[in-house]
Nanobody
Framework: QVQFVESGGGLVQPGGSLRLSCAAS????????MGWYRQAPGKQREFVAR????????EYADSVKGRFTISRDNVKNTVYLQMNNLKPEDTATYYC??????????????WGLGTQVTVSS
């Protein structure tokens, strides 16, 4: 059974930093593209960042470029999202995703339960 343990969310002031972690089990972690998505109240879930299995191909949403950094540790089966210079519009529930392929259809696609990030003074 695929499981994710997401952690690191919380309340932070504008300009502050948080580091999210997502530890995966039940999959061969090093075979999967790992990503972070977010969903704010009343809005659709949106892409934030993703990293390929080897950690050499990375993509970010324009809204987080230069502020967020995604990384992974294939020994610890964990993906991270370092978030700096946080803004109120970053407030959302952040979800971890494991997908077998970078592009193309697949049913080998799993989501975590999410961790809340709130940016407010």
């Amino acid at each position: 059974q695929v499981q994710f343990v997401e952690s690191g969310g919380g309340l932070v002031q504008p300009g502050g930093s948080l580091r999210l972690s997502c530890a995966a089990s039940g999959i061969i972690f090093s075979n999967y593209v790992m990503g972070w998505y977010r969903q704010a109240p009343g809005k659709q879930r949106e892409f934030v960042a993703r990293i390929n299995s080897g950690g050499v191909r990375i993509e970010y949403a324009d809204s987080v470029k230069g502020r967020f950094t995604i990384s992974r540790d294939n020994v610890k089966n964990t993906v991270y999202l370092q978030m700096n210079n946080l803004k109120p519009e970053d407030t959302a529930t952040y979800y971890c995703r494991a997908r077998r392929f970078w592009v193309g259809p697949t049913t080998d696609d799993y989501w975590g339960l999410g961790t809340q990030v709130t940016v407010s003074s």
